[in-house]
């Protein structure tokens, strides 16, 4: 019986190729050609409407998140689908499951040279979720800060 992609079930140590399609808000999802979608583990954005769950939300507003998110994984092709998401054509991402599987389409993803979701947060687009923040991603966004010559992330923005 074949499953949709979305349903796939990986382990917390399986890794897949994630190529960008499309991106719906800053934190995702992002449609990958693959036919999975992938949500940003660990860090919250405001919503396109300016909305925010929960308190940690940034300053910067939800389209300006998208944006970012656009630039960081891909490059717009101008067009956008008829549910608003932004079309792009980006590289391959290696994304690996959240150990918070809660959600199972929670990723930390990396474009070979940085971490997508601590490079969201260090741009000042995301905060990171106090639970990302002390578990893994302070693991990975502290290896990505020390490898790029310490930029020091630190806890900007944590909830």
Do not use: F
């Amino acid at each position: 019986m074949d499953m949709p992609p979305a349903e796939i079930v990986v382990t917390a140590t399986s890794a897949y190729v994630c190529t960008p399609v499309a991106v719906q808000s800053g934190d995702g999802p992002i449609h990958c050609a693959e036919g999975r979608k992938v949500t940003l583990a660990g860090i919250a954005v405001r919503r396109i409407d300016g909305g925010c769950s929960g308190d940690a939300c940034p300053d910067a507003s939800g389209v300006a998140a998208r944006a970012a998110l656009v630039q960081l994984v891909g490059e717009r092709n101008g067009s956008w689908t008829a549910n608003g998401m932004r079309r792009i054509s980006g590289a391959p991402l290696t994304c690996r499951p959240s150990a918070d599987r809660s959600r199972k389409t929670d990723m930390w993803c990396h474009d070979g040279e940085k971490q997508i979701n601590c490079e969201m947060v260090r741009l000042g687009y995301a905060t990171m979720l106090r639970a990302g923040w002390l578990g893994e991603g302070a693991a990975r966004c502290r290896s990505d800060d020390e490898a790029d010559g310490g930029t020091q992330l630190a806890m900007r923005g944590t909830r």
